[in-house]
């Protein structure tokens, strides 16, 4: 079992910066890639950014490429979202979760564990 709490999220004005963390505690942290999804009302949950177990890749979805970093420290069980050029349409309910496997980590199905979500809320 693993759990993940994730945190540093809230309100921000467009163009301004936040960083997300996510802490795991539970089974080995590096055992795990791990991914960052976001949600807002009314859509559906979307990948965001992954990370590789040993931080070697990481992948980003279009909209937030050139933006957004994924990071982790296995030294201290915790992964980052680093989010600069904060746009109105990232605000988002965002979520941590941590797969298995490094295969498609795009797809949520991949990820076993998720935390409770951070609200990420961009003004205009």
């Known amino acids: 079992q693993v759990q993940l709490v994730e945190s540093g999220g809230g309100l921000v004005q467009a163009g301004g910066s936040l960083r997300l963390s996510c802490a795991a505690s539970?089974?080995?942290?590096?055992?795990?890639?791990m991914g960052w999804f976001r949600q807002a009302p009314g859509k559906e949950r979307e990948f965001v950014a992954a990370?590789?177990?040993?931080?070697?890749?990481?992948y980003y979805a279009d909209p937030v490429k050139g933006r957004f970093t994924i990071s982790r420290d296995n030294a201290n069980n915790t992964v980052y979202l680093q989010m600069n050029s904060l746009k109105p349409e990232d605000t988002a309910v965002y979520y941590c979760a941590a797969a298995p496997t490094t295969y498609n980590l795009y797809s949520a199905r991949r990820y076993d564990y998720w935390g409770q979500g951070t609200q990420v809320t961009v003004s205009s």
């Open positions: 990370i590789t177990r040993s931080g070697g890749s990481s």
């Open positions: 539970g089974r080995t942290f590096s055992s795990y890639a």
